[in-house]
């Protein structure tokens, strides 16, 4: 299994395909677990903010420093500070619940808990799909095919997702998910719902989610959401997507 992993990487590496970099992959993107009520296996993510894994200015070209910083230390860390109020005063044990199983009967629970969970995973999830930008970013292997399977084309993929998330109205997400007759499918949520929540229309095991409410692209935007859409395909990781998709 070494060996042929790094025969791969040897293969890559003389090929220019990709750096040797890409399979060294941080621990979490390898933590996934089954939701008990949505049965996706979807990315785990703790309850609790997590540090941000890149500086505020390291995607400037595509999201300025100050909206980084705005939409992490104050939008994100409310959500979280919120979700943790509600888990209080509903009684959840975080020792014996996982994220991504309450938000698989999300309707179980109050209006805060869905708000607030979805947006702390939605935001967790969302700065980890992203890095900086690099020479050669679009996927790979094993998830290309799966795109021109179930899309046509990659370039047929990106226009449905940019789609899905100009025609969002008012606030919300676009998604990419793995559905559980593991088809890839594009859509979007309003608010903070997401693709693991009982109350979602679209269903299924995020790979990658864009957040496009206003505060994510304002400062730099103002109107033109799609602006911000074409350009953040610069800066999403797509060995991570990649990562989920091998693991839903
Ligand atoms: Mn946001």
């Known amino acids: 299994m070494k060996k042929s992993v790094k025969n791969r990487r040897e293969f890559l590496k003389t090929t220019g395909m990709i750096s040797v970099s890409a399979f060294v992959l941080p621990s979490w993107a390898c933590a996934a677990g089954k939701t008990a009520m949505s049965g996706f296996t979807a990315e785990e ?47 959840v044990d975080k020792s014996s619940e996982k994220l991504s199983s309450l938000l698989g009967k999300i309707s179980k629970y109050s209006a805060k808990m869905r708000n607030n969970g979805g947006g702390h995973y939605n935001h967790e999830f969302f700065w ?13 292997s ?12 990659f370039d047929a993929f990106k226009n449905q997702f940019a789609e899905a998330g100009k ?29 693991l929540m009982d109350v979602s229309e679209l269903k299924g095991t995020p ?20 602006d911000y859409i074409n350009a953040w395909w610069n800066v999403v990781d797509w060995k991570v997507v990649q990562k989920r998709f091998d693991a839903a």
Do not use: C
């Open 45 to 91: 993510i703790p309850f609790e903010q997590q540090p941000l894994p890149y500086a505020y200015n390291a995607l400037e070209s595509v999201i300025d420093t100050m909206t980084m910083e705005i939409h992490y230390s104050k939008h994100a860390a409310a959500y979280a500070k919120n979700l943790a109020d509600a888990l209080k005063a509903e009684s």
């Open 128 to 140: 980890k799909s992203m890095k900086s930008p690099v020479e050669s970013n679009s996927p790979q």
């Open 142 to 153: 094993a998830i290309m095919k799966a795109f021109i399977k179930d899309f046509g084309s």
């Open 167 to 195: 025609n969002r109205f008012g606030s919300g997400w676009a998604w990419l998910v793995k559905t559980a007759d593991k088809k890839l499918v594009v859509g979007s949520t309003p608010n903070q719902d997401n693709p």
């Open 207 to 226: 790979l990658l989610g864009l957040d496009v409410w206003e505060h994510a692209y304002y400062l730099k935007y103002q109107n033109r959401r799609p």
